[in-house]
């Protein structure tokens, strides 16, 4: 499975980006996605993640409510998109896929992700 990230760049605070992640190589709609970031100098943080056919989606404290994950099975493709944005979140943003689902036990684990796209940044200014 081949994933593709795109849609980062730079906003300023309280505006909105929306990431997209193409899926390639294998039947989308079996793999439950993710969506982490990592800042320079820090570990890769979990953002939210979707299950099969969107069954269950998860966030990290840090942005409910303020970002939604998605996917459209029939375009291969799961977005974040992300509104009111902080300085803090400020990252290279990773999309990642999972052979089989999840649940909120297992969904904010990396070592719980097969496949990883090559990450888009974001970057957002006060």
């Known amino acids: 499975v081949q994933l593709q990230a795109s849609g980062g760049g730079s906003v300023q605070a309280g505006g909105s980006l929306r990431l997209s992640c193409a899926a390639s190589g294998s039947a989308f709609s079996s793999l439950a996605m993710g969506w982490f970031r990592q800042a320079p100098g820090k570990g890769r943080l979990f953002v939210a993640a979707?299950?099969?056919?969107?069954?269950?989606?998860y966030y990290a404290d840090s942005v409910k409510g303020r970002f939604t994950i998605s996917r459209d099975n029939a375009k291969s493709t799961v977005y974040l998109q992300m509104k009111n944005l902080k300085p803090e979140d400020t990252a290279v943003y990773y999309c990642a896929g999972r052979r089989g689902n999840l649940d909120s036990s297992i969904a904010n684990d990396p070592n719980n992700y097969d496949y990883w796209g090559q990450g888009t940044q974001v970057t957002v200014s006060s």
């Open positions: 979707t299950a099969w056919l969107g069954s269950g989606t």
